[in-house]
């Protein structure tokens, strides 16, 4: 347990520090890079799913005006390693998934490198690709362990029979689509090679983590590597790890020693290399007895991976630690397909691993004919049910009592399709949030005394999440100073190193950091530190982690509304409270959480990438054809928060925001609709189609 | 994206016959369409003949009582003006369910019912499409199918077109002024658009180097009560999974007249001549209303596809249909 800090600039509802900047468009972003002469870079994809170039023709290319050079496997220099396949650019002729990097153009003018790279003629030895996910598939393999180190299935007691001898029972499969991130920002980077050093300018939630690839893949010296990234436009996961983009981007400029290199990808491109949310295929059983008692709990997950590299998404570990019952058991088995490698997608695991299971817990609250909301909170743990450890803090029934008092839930009829308003079917729908509360074990800051000021620096990252305006908050309470005498610098390499911005653990960890580096500075030098004077400090092991669980938590409420003659399915109210520790800054984390909330709304209603099981491409690759939600679709959101005092997660008393948001939300609109209508929608998104026969 | 060359002659006359004499130009409007198209290589015009200058941006009053919408008025400003939306609330309806403001600033009259398919497969190079590469084949068929055509396809092509406005203008009797390489002449909208049949490689009947440079609504009393009615798979921002233009005629509870085009469902606006000629004496019934679509529906035909296909169009439209009759007639009941 860590002494809590006490919360003078904590709590604040600050503005942005960057807000000024982006508003202006003076915010640089990595493919603005001011650079002088700099050289564009385009890719050119496999347009087979499984095979090998044999043959690429580069001489339409290279006869054009202003063409520098082609890249193909044939010249493209040798990497130092070739062990992650992903990121093995043009080390070989063999094509691991559709939109795979072949070949890439270098060129004076981005319009010449676009017009050479169409020219580049590609031959292929095509073979018979894979690229279809079913359940009954008869090579679905166990992995090792799912992301991100967790174990793939789990048993406890005999869920079987609880199954057989339970009084009532939910049984039932439900699908989440492929999913992409697509953040307003592509994936872009610009690279300079340079007396033997590189600097990767590049859009990433990490700049030590690009580092650290790209000095594995090249065989470099950490410092010959430096990676620069104030601002990101968005990542969602998309951006935590270096994409092959970003190893073409490093190859190109190695390749012009001197010449800057420019490198985007297209929204196009970004469907096939910057990684996406697997389809997840989730066979749920509920035990239950007639109280609403659950006796067992299940969750068996099939999901996608790529046949050159494994990623498991962790879809079935939510179920582990949500509802108290004595018999359980979670499983995930995956296909390693022909298909882009999967990754990262804002709350991997929980977001889609609580789709599944909160619309069973609907079903089992129908099938009882009891208060969805009660029925949870009759299932409450009162500690870990897999580990038997207490948790931390855990508020989800004061979530749900809350988010129940302000949705004005009392008195609801929890009979389906009974409210017909001007030709619309209404209904209300309610599903729990969750998101474990992580810490990274790495990342340091260091502290200066400079002209009156409090500089401190940490190679975190922004993402449009607040970094740039919370850690100075957070220093400054560790420093005991006003939030105006505080900097603190971050996304360049240049300074200590700090952990991904993702499972929502930068705060926690950074902010661990900082105090730990402010506790150091203040031993050496006291409270009257003289200019120069500096110390760093590390982010510790919690030891709390021993013996707490911790986890945030969240309800989410939605209304829902069905067109009674054409399906047409709107969301006018959707509330969502949270207990997520001390809320650092209130602005900023309410705009976490609704957009969270409004990503699960996409997800709830439009979000599903198709891929084309004949070609293994998404066919609807841009933002016209791949819906996130419009303003029309948005109505009423509303995030609200229960104060949580958790004296064991970390020095802020704070947990991660990022993600919860997104997580249930699709199955509270579910089951709203079902409430609505009557017709229980088991495979997302909830479309027109899919609830249209309820006339 | 290929370079090319871009012109603006003086007069429509001009760039007529400097699109007609090169088989790789093109006329360009707005360039809503057009531009997007060169930049996924869809379209490779060596030519682009900015015609915006050259038609007229005017709104004009027939002596008939029509109107006469020059082909370079922007959808915004076709949308806003009084007298369309007084005499033809189904035109103005439709083109503000269309696109987004900033789009429909740039659309233009003459463009807006030339833009071509959103078939997925069309948009992507490196597919094959009859309507792109003619020959090439048909990767929707068995594909995504969701949004495609569920009237009028052939083994060719299945795809729908995307206007909202070209809906609207095909249920008000449009005509189309067209100046050619020939001369002028004028095409009744519902002409206009072609179904795919051998040739998905042509949307409408216009020959290489004919320019819209106006489209007459005729005076249409029933058209002062008329709605359009879209239904997509966002509130807003996307395109028609179907959509319904609506005239409808009601005295004493029986439908005297209707006009009626669906849009979503075919390679063309669709005209639907047979749902208006059961609903003429018909009650004003949700029954009569759902007959008719039956009727225009017999021959419909759903594409099946690995995302489902897209059979839910039948009871989709039909509820459509209904819904916006029903909601037309209650209009009469109330005035
Ligand atoms: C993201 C997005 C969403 C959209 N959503 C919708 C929607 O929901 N509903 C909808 O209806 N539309 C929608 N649109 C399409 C938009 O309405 C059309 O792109 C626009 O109307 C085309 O008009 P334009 O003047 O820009 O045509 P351009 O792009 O300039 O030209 C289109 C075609 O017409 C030809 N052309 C142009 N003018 C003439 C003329 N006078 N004579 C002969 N040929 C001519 C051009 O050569 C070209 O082939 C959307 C577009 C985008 C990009
Ligand atoms: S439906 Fe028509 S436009 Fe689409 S792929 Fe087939 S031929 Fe091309």
Same mark, same amino acid.
């Given at each position: 347990?860590?002494?809590?800090?006490?919360?003078?600039?904590?709590g604040?509802?600050?503005?942005?520090?960057?807000?000024?900047?982006k508003?202006?468009?003076?915010?640089i972003y990595?493919? %603005?890079?001011p650079? @002088?002469?700099?050289?564009f870079c385009?890719?050119?994809?496999?347009?087979?799913?499984? +095979?090998?170039?044999?043959?690429?023709?580069?001489a339409?290319?290279?006869a054009?005006?202003?063409?520098? #050079?082609v890249?193909?496997?044939t010249e493209?220099?040798r990497l130092?390693?070739t062990?992650?396949?992903?990121?093995?650019?043009l080390?070989?002729t063999?094509?691991?998934f559709?939109?795979?990097?072949?070949a890439a153009v270098?060129?004076?003018t981005?319009?010449?490198?676009r017009?050479?790279?169409?020219?580049?003629?590609?031959?292929y030895?095509?073979?018979?690709?894979?690229a279809?996910?079913?359940a009954?598939r008869g090579?679905? !393999?166990t992995?090792?362990?799912?992301?991100p180190?967790?174990?793939?299935d789990t048993h406890?007691?005999?869920?079987?029979?609880?199954?057989? %001898?339970?009084?009532?029972?939910?049984?039932q499969?439900?699908?989440?689509?492929?999913?992409?991130?697509?953040?307003?920002?592509?994936?872009?980077?610009?690279?300079?090679?340079?007396d033997?050093h590189?600097?990767?300018?590049?859009?990433?939630?990490?700049?030590?983590?690009?580092r650290?690839?790209?000095?594995?893949?090249?065989g470099?010296?950490?410092?010959?590597?430096?990676?620069?990234?104030?601002?990101?436009? #968005?990542?969602?996961g998309?951006?935590?790890?270096?994409?092959?983009?970003v190893?073409?981007?490093?190859?190109?400029a190695? $390749?012009?020693?001197?010449? @800057?290199?420019?490198?985007?990808?297209t929204?196009?491109q970004?469907f096939?290399?910057?990684? !996406?949310?697997?389809p997840?295929?989730?066979?749920?059983?509920?035990?239950?007895?007639?109280d609403g008692?659950?006796?067992?709990? $299940?969750?068996d997950v099939?999901?996608?991976t790529?046949r050159?590299?494994?990623?498991?998404?962790?879809?079935?570990?939510p179920?582990?630690?949500?509802?108290?019952?004595?018999?359980?058991?979670t499983?995930?088995r995956?296909?390693?397909?022909d298909v882009?490698?999967?990754?990262?997608?804002?709350?991997p695991?929980?977001?889609?691993?609580?789709f +599944?299971?909160?619309v069973a817990?609907?079903e089992?609250?129908?099938?009882?004919g &009891?208060d969805p909301?009660?029925l949870?909170?009759r299932?409450?743990p009162?500690?870990?049910?897999?580990?038997?450890k207490?948790f931390?803090?855990r508020?989800?029934?004061?979530?749900?009592?809350?988010?129940?008092?302000?949705?004005?839930w $009392?008195?609801?009829?929890?009979?389906?399709?009974?409210?017909?308003?001007d030709g619309?079917?209404v209904g209300?729908?309610?599903?729990?949030s969750?998101?474990?509360t992580?810490?990274?074990?790495?990342?340091?800051a260091t502290?200066?005394?400079?002209?009156g000021?409090?500089?401190a620096?940490i +190679?975190?990252a922004?993402?449009g999440?607040?970094?740039?305006?919370?850690?100075?908050?957070?220093?400054?309470d560790?420093?005991?100073v006003?939030?105006e005498?505080v900097?603190v &610098?971050?996304?360049?390499?240049?300074? @200590?190193?700090?952990?991904?911005?993702?499972?929502s653990?930068?705060?926690?960890?950074?902010?661990?950091?900082?105090?730990?580096?402010?506790?150091e500075?203040?031993?050496?030098?006291?409270e009257?530190p003289?200019?120069?004077?500096a110390?760093?400090?590390?982010v510790?092991?919690?030891?709390?982690?021993?013996?707490?669980?911790m986890? $945030?938590? #969240?309800?989410?409420f939605? %209304?829902?509304?069905v067109?009674?003659?054409?399906?047409e399915?709107r969301?006018?109210? &959707? !509330? +969502?409270v949270?207990?997520?520790?001390?809320?650092?800054n209130?602005?900023?984390?309410r705009?976490?959480? &609704?957009?969270?909330?409004?990503m699960?709304?996409?997800?709830?209603?439009?979000e599903?990438?198709?891929l084309?099981?004949?070609?293994?491409h998404?066919?609807?690759h841009?933002?016209a054809?791949?819906?996130v939600p419009a303003?029309?679709?948005?109505?009423?959101?509303?995030?609200h928060w229960v104060?949580?005092?958790?004296? !064991?997660v970390?020095a802020? #008393?704070?947990k991660?925001?990022?993600?919860?948001g997104?997580v249930?939300?699709?199955?509270?609109?579910?089951?709203?609709?079902?409430?609505?209508t009557g017709v229980r929608?088991?495979?997302l998104?909830v479309?027109l189609?899919r609830?249209?026969?309820a006339r | 994206?290929r370079?090319?060359?871009y012109?603006?002659?003086?007069d429509?006359?001009e760039a007529?016959?400097?699109?007609a004499?090169r088989?790789?130009? =093109?006329?360009?409007?707005?360039?809503?369409?057009?531009v997007?198209?060169?930049?996924?290589?869809?379209?490779?015009?060596g030519?682009?003949?900015?015609v915006?200058?050259?038609?007229s941006?005017?709104?004009?009053?027939?002596?008939?009582?029509g109107?006469?919408?020059? =082909? =370079?008025v922007r959808?915004?400003?076709?949308?806003?003006?009084?007298r369309?939306?007084? *005499?033809?609330?189904?035109?103005a309806e439709?083109?503000?369910?269309? =696109?987004?403001?900033?789009?429909r600033?740039?659309?233009? /009259?003459?463009?807006n019912?030339?833009?071509?398919?959103?078939?997925?497969?069309?948009?992507?190079?490196?597919?094959?499409?009859?309507?792109?590469?003619?020959?090439?084949?048909?990767a929707?068929?068995?594909g995504a199918? *969701?949004?495609h055509a569920?009237?009028?396809?052939?083994?060719?092509?299945?795809?729908?077109?995307?206007?909202d406005?070209?809906?609207?203008l095909?249920?008000?009797d449009?005509?189309?002024h067209?100046?050619?390489?020939?001369?002028?002449?004028?095409?009744?909208f519902?002409?206009?658009?072609t179904?795919p049949?051998?040739?998905p490689e042509?949307d409408?009947?216009?020959?290489h180097?004919?320019?819209? /440079?106006?489209?007459d609504?005729?005076?249409?009393p029933?058209a002062?009560?008329?709605?359009y009615r879209?239904?997509?798979?966002?509130?807003?921002?996307?395109f028609?999974l179907v959509?319904?233009?609506?005239?409808?005629d009601?005295a004493?509870g029986?439908?005297?007249?209707?006009?009626l085009a669906?849009?979503g469902v075919?390679?063309k606006?669709?005209r639907?001549?047979?749902?208006?000629?059961a609903?003429?004496?018909a009650p004003?019934?949700?029954?009569?209303?759902?007959?008719a679509a039956?009727?225009?529906l017999a021959?419909?035909?759903p594409?099946?596809?690995f995302?489902?296909?897209?059979?839910?169009?039948?009871?989709?439209?039909?509820?459509?249909?209904?819904? /916006?009759?029903?909601?037309l007639?209650?209009?009469? /009941?109330r005035?």
């Amino acid at each position: 347990m860590t002494a809590t800090l006490e919360p003078r600039a904590i709590g604040r509802g600050l503005a942005r520090r960057d807000g000024g900047a982006k508003v202006r468009g003076v915010a640089i972003y990595a493919d %603005e890079t001011p650079v @002088p002469d700099p050289l564009f870079c385009r890719i050119v994809q496999a347009t087979v799913a499984r +095979g090998r170039v044999s043959d690429v023709d580069t001489a339409g290319a290279t006869a054009l005006d202003g063409v520098v #050079g082609v890249m193909t496997s044939t010249e493209a220099e040798r990497l130092a390693s070739t062990d992650d396949a992903e990121l093995a650019v043009l080390q070989g002729t063999e094509v691991g998934f559709r939109g795979q990097i072949v070949a890439a153009v270098l060129a004076e003018t981005d319009e010449v490198a676009r017009e050479a790279a169409d020219l580049v003629r590609v031959t292929y030895a095509e073979e018979q690709a894979d690229a279809r996910l079913s359940a009954d598939r008869g090579d679905l !393999y166990t992995p090792e362990s799912v992301n991100p180190t967790y174990p793939p299935d789990t048993h406890e007691g005999d869920v079987a029979a609880a199954m057989a %001898e339970a009084p009532v029972t939910v049984e039932q499969t439900y699908t989440t689509p492929m999913h992409h991130n697509n953040p307003m920002e592509p994936h872009a980077t610009t690279a300079l090679w340079e007396d033997g050093h590189l600097t990767l300018w590049d859009s990433t939630q990490g700049v030590h983590p690009v580092r650290q690839t790209v000095t594995q893949i090249f065989g470099l010296e950490p410092e010959q590597v430096r990676v620069v990234c104030p601002y990101v436009g #968005g990542g969602f996961g998309s951006k935590g790890n270096p994409h092959a983009n970003v190893i073409m981007a490093a190859m190109a400029a190695r $390749a012009v020693p001197g010449r @800057p290199v420019r490198l985007a990808l297209t929204r196009q491109q970004m469907f096939s290399l910057a990684g !996406y949310r697997t389809p997840t295929i989730q066979r749920m059983q509920l035990a239950a007895e007639r109280d609403g008692t659950l006796r067992g709990i $299940a969750i068996d997950v099939v999901e996608q991976t790529s046949r050159i590299k494994e990623f498991a998404e962790q879809t079935g570990v939510p179920t582990r630690n949500m509802y108290a019952a004595p018999n359980r058991r979670t499983t995930h088995r995956l296909a390693a397909l022909d298909v882009p490698v999967p990754s990262w997608m804002r709350a991997p695991g929980e977001c889609p691993g609580m789709f +599944g299971p909160e619309v069973a817990m609907d079903e089992l609250a129908a099938e009882l004919g &009891l208060d969805p909301v009660e029925l949870r909170i009759r299932n409450e743990p009162e500690v870990d049910p897999e580990t038997g450890k207490p948790f931390s803090s855990r508020n989800l029934v004061a979530c749900l009592r809350e988010g129940a008092a302000r949705f004005g839930w $009392a008195g609801r009829d929890h009979r389906p399709g009974m409210r017909l308003e001007d030709g619309w079917w209404v209904g209300t729908g309610v599903a729990a949030s969750v998101y474990p509360t992580m810490r990274m074990p790495k990342s340091t800051a260091t502290v200066t005394y400079d002209g009156g000021r409090y500089v401190a620096r940490i +190679g975190a990252a922004d993402l449009g999440t607040g970094t740039w305006t919370v850690l100075p908050q957070i220093a400054a309470d560790a420093l005991d100073v006003p939030v105006e005498d505080v900097d603190v &610098l971050i996304g360049d390499t240049d300074h @200590p190193e700090a952990s991904v911005a993702g499972g929502s653990s930068g705060t926690t960890t950074w902010g661990s950091a900082l105090v730990e580096a402010v506790r150091e500075f203040r031993d050496k030098y006291g409270e009257d530190p003289h200019d120069g004077d500096a110390a760093s400090g590390s982010v510790n092991p919690n030891a709390a982690e021993e013996d707490y669980v911790m986890s $945030a938590f #969240g309800a989410q409420f939605a %209304e829902v509304r069905v067109h009674a003659d054409t399906g047409e399915v709107r969301v006018p109210r &959707l !509330y +969502g409270v949270f207990a997520a520790g001390r809320i650092v800054n209130p602005r900023l984390a309410r705009s976490q959480f &609704l957009g969270g909330m409004t990503m699960g709304l996409g997800m709830a209603l439009h979000e599903q990438s198709l891929l084309d099981p004949r070609t293994g491409h998404v066919v609807n690759h841009d933002l016209a054809e791949y819906h996130v939600p419009a303003n029309a679709d948005v109505d009423d959101l509303q995030a609200h928060w229960v104060d949580e005092d958790d004296p !064991y997660v970390n020095a802020m #008393g704070s947990k991660g925001i990022g993600e919860i948001g997104i997580v249930g939300t699709a199955a509270a609109v579910a089951n709203a609709a079902w409430h609505a209508t009557g017709v229980r929608v088991r495979d997302l998104p909830v479309t027109l189609d899919r609830v249209l026969p309820a006339r | 994206m290929r370079p090319f060359a871009y012109a603006t002659p003086p007069d429509a006359r001009e760039a007529v016959l400097a699109v007609a004499e090169r088989p790789d130009a =093109a006329f360009l409007a707005g360039g809503t369409n057009l531009v997007d198209h060169l930049r996924l290589g869809v379209a490779t015009p060596g030519l682009l003949v900015d015609v915006t200058a050259l038609t007229s941006a005017e709104i004009e009053d027939l002596p008939d009582g029509g109107l006469r919408l020059g =082909a =370079a008025v922007r959808n915004s400003d076709l949308a806003a003006d009084p007298r369309v939306r007084g *005499r033809y609330p189904v035109l103005a309806e439709a083109l503000l369910a269309g =696109a987004s403001g900033q789009l429909r600033n740039m659309a233009t /009259t003459g463009g807006n019912p030339l833009q071509r398919t959103r078939c997925v497969y069309f948009q992507d190079v490196t597919t094959p499409c009859n309507k792109r590469e003619p020959g090439s084949g048909c990767a929707a068929i068995g594909g995504a199918t *969701r949004n495609h055509a569920i009237l009028g396809t052939s083994g060719r092509c299945i795809a729908t077109h995307p206007s909202d406005m070209a809906v609207a203008l095909a249920a008000l009797d449009a005509q189309v002024h067209v100046l050619g390489p020939d001369g002028e002449r004028t095409v009744p909208f519902t002409d206009l658009h072609t179904l795919p049949g051998d040739t998905p490689e042509r949307d409408t009947v216009l020959g290489h180097g004919e320019l819209i /440079t106006a489209i007459d609504v005729p005076a249409a009393p029933i058209a002062a009560r008329s709605r359009y009615r879209k239904v997509r798979d966002r509130a807003s921002y996307a395109f028609a999974l179907v959509s319904v233009a609506a005239c409808l005629d009601v005295a004493g509870g029986r439908i005297r007249d209707a006009r009626l085009a669906f849009g979503g469902v075919a390679h063309k606006p669709w005209r639907a001549h047979r749902a208006e000629e059961a609903l003429r004496g018909a009650p004003a019934t949700d029954e009569s209303y759902r007959a008719a679509a039956g009727v225009e529906l017999a021959d419909a035909r759903p594409q099946e596809g690995f995302d489902g296909g897209n059979a839910f169009k039948i009871p989709l439209l039909t509820g459509t249909l209904v819904s /916006t009759l029903r909601a037309l007639a209650g209009e009469e /009941t109330r005035a």
